[in-house]
């Protein structure tokens, strides 16, 4: 089944290009709706550097789309999901723009930190950006929780929801790496208020080393936050 979205009705010139093989630098040519393509040169087949997925986080025929991808790609579905989250966030909290900043931040040092720690990047990103909204208040149970409707609204799916309100949950119910997703989400918020404290009272900086050490608990997190939060190399 072809997108809709790529109807070759609507091609104009560009829709139809050539790409250098990775592997040999033979001109390969795609279509503009080609999810990859076989090197005539070297046989190397490679993904289609122009197109883009973005829209298989919201569009009603994307498991018939994601169906016919390489393997590679279908993993990057939920990552994908992660910026709507992102836009509803903001929306959600309206113009508490302090709180939006805050999210914005923990995301990205989420995203540095599960680069080493080989967290679910989506999971933990996504959580990020739903710490302070919080999975659930404290008699609703996980299901009750803000974060858990807004994914939901969403149409996230139940797994992804399960893998977020488990991060965004208590840090004890959630081992091998579930827990693994949980300290790196941690550590970006911990992170964040640790930077934030710096700038209300730049006195702090005298004893942050010893914050870092206490409040952050991976290896790669307390890296990333000396070298943010004191320059460290």
Not at 4 to 25: L, N, R, T, V, Y
Not at 75 to 80: D, I, T, W
Not at 179 to 192: C, E, F, M, P, S
Request: with cysteine; glycine share 8%; hydrophobic share 40%.
């Amino acid at each position: 089944m072809k997108c809709p979205g790529q109807d070759s009705q609507f091609w104009d010139a560009k829709s139809i290009f050539e790409a250098p093989c990775p592997q040999c630098g033979h001109p390969v040519e795609f279509f503009k709706d080609d999810t990859s393509r076989r090197c005539g040169h070297c046989g190397h087949r490679f993904v289609n550097p122009k197109m883009d997925f973005g829209c298989a986080a919201y569009c009603k025929f994307a498991e018939q789309c994601l169906g016919q991808l390489p393997p590679e790609l279908v993993a990057q579905k939920e990552e994908l999901f992660k910026d709507r989250v992102a836009i509803a966030v903001k929306r959600h909290l309206k113009t508490d723009f302090k709180r939006i900043g805050r999210a914005a931040r923990r995301a990205r040092h989420a995203e540095q930190i599960c680069r080493d720690e080989q967290a679910n990047p989506a999971a933990v990103l996504i959580a990020a950006y739903l710490w302070d909204i919080g999975a659930a208040s404290p008699a609703a149970g996980a299901e009750g929780g803000p974060a858990h409707a807004l994914l939901a609204e969403l149409k996230a799916p139940a797994p992804l929801i399960e893998k977020v309100t488990g991060i965004l949950g208590d840090s004890n119910s959630a081992n091998g790496d579930g827990h693994k997703d949980r300290l790196v989400a941690g550590d970006a918020a911990a992170i964040v208020n640790l930077e934030d404290a710096l700038k209300q009272d730049p006195a702090l900086s005298d004893g942050m080393a010893e914050q870092i050490e206490r409040q952050l608990k991976t290896d790669t997190g307390k890296a990333y936050a000396r070298r943010m939060l004191l320059g460290a190399e």
